[in-house]
């Protein structure tokens, strides 16, 4: 009967397949490639229109815009990185912000304390990573229980936790910014594997940076800060879960449809909790580098990424309807939303016309993906019939 089932399934695909006008292949190809495409255009744009504004005196295909347009990518993609799966599952979760805040106080409170009381600098680093995770994936594990087991939509609950959240980071900062970390920390989240000096007395330094000043400061280039690289392994991750194991098709699975996936046996409820914790962890590891980065940790510094981590998933491909989506078109949704701020802001655009590309990227990607799914469900009725 399995086999049956399998055959009859092939053949269903291969004729829905076949009932496709050249019109509608097209258009499904050019929707699995636009974001590239999109992502290709704005790059070559950015490369030619700056020059020409500035006179020649800036460029944007440089090392060093490279290197901040992907630092500027971290905390959207790490934030982008768990709504992904959660979206894909079907589901929302709007505390992501708010959550890499608290993540980033914790962080700060649990390291400050840990080297104040005489622990070493790196394992107090440890100790201020476990910290912002573990609270950050507990706030995820309470969004999971009463989504999963009370069925309360995901939407009222996380924007219900929302606000907790961002009242409990308020209460823990004390309304300020955590300060009176060790000075060396910045290290961790400002250096890099690789430093370039340019020009005449410069060269190449891996994991050593160069005591330089004056000219040759200002000539130096900062290549793959560590941020990026924990980034890095964190998208690699991510790829291989969603990808290539039994967790990622469960996903797609109750993405696709829920009664299904409870009939197949997959257990809907833990699974869900799971995908929750896992937004909220992937959105802890972005507090904890902002730690990092700055020195401190904030109550508000995830405030205003929320929706530009939305934004990267929908313009990356993944279906707000759940069940598709990739963790590499989330990456190319982050880059290009930072490739269209970083090169407005290199033209001298207002941070108003930011927001309306920015928007309006979005609501194009949102159509694309209706029209996709559109044909999808024209072919597959016609090969019911």
Do not use: C
């Amino acid at each position: 009967m399995t086999e049956r089932a399998s055959k009859l399934t092939l053949a269903r695909a291969s004729a829905a397949s076949g009932s496709r006008t050249p019109a509608q292949r097209a258009l499904l190809f050019f929707s699995r490639i636009w974001a590239w495409l999109f992502l290709g255009l704005l790059v070559l744009f950015f490369v030619v229109a700056v020059p020409l504004t500035t006179g020649g005196s800036v460029n944007f295909f440089t090392v060093r815009n490279s290197q901040n347009i992907l630092v500027a990518i971290i905390p959207v993609l790490l934030l982008g990185l768990g709504q992904t799966f959660v979206i894909i599952g079907a589901g929302i979760d709007l505390s992501v912000g708010w959550v890499m805040s608290l993540a980033s106080v914790l962080s700060a409170l649990a390291l400050r304390a840990a080297f104040n009381g005489g622990v070493p600098l790196f394992p107090a680093v440890i100790v201020g990573l476990i910290a912002g995770v573990g609270g950050a994936a507990a706030v995820g594990l309470v969004n999971g229980v009463i989504i999963a087991k009370l069925k309360v939509p995901a939407f009222i609950v996380t924007l219900g936790t929302s606000f907790i959240v961002r009242g409990v980071a308020y209460l823990m900062s004390e309304n300020t910014t955590v300060i009176g970390l060790p000075a060396d920390i910045r290290a961790y989240g400002n250096d890099a594997l690789i430093y370039y000096i340019s020009g005449e007395g410069g060269g190449l330094y891996f994991l050593h940076r160069p005591e330089v000043s004056g000219e040759l400061l200002r000539r130096m280039d900062i290549i793959l800060p560590y941020p990026v690289i924990v980034t890095a392994f964190v998208v690699a991750w991510a790829i291989f879960l969603l990808h290539r194991t039994q967790f990622g098709r469960h996903t797609y699975a109750i993405g696709g449809s829920m009664d299904a996936a409870v009939r197949s046996g997959i257990p809907v409820d833990r699974h869900v909790i799971q995908l929750y914790m896992l937004s909220a962890a992937t959105s802890g590891v972005a507090g904890f580098l902002s730690t990092l980065r700055f020195t401190a940790g904030s109550a508000v510094i995830g405030d205003p990424l929320l929706l530009s981590s939305i934004a990267a998933v929908i313009i990356g491909g993944v279906s707000m309807f759940g069940g598709a989506g990739t963790v590499i078109g989330t990456v190319i949704g982050a880059l290009i939303i930072a490739v269209l701020t970083t090169g407005l802001v290199m033209l001298n655009v207002d941070a108003f016309w930011q927001f309306i590309v920015v928007g309006t990227v979005v609501i194009v990607a949102v159509l694309i993906d209706q029209s996709r799914d559109l044909i999808m469900g024209r072919a597959r009725g016609g090969a019911a019939r």
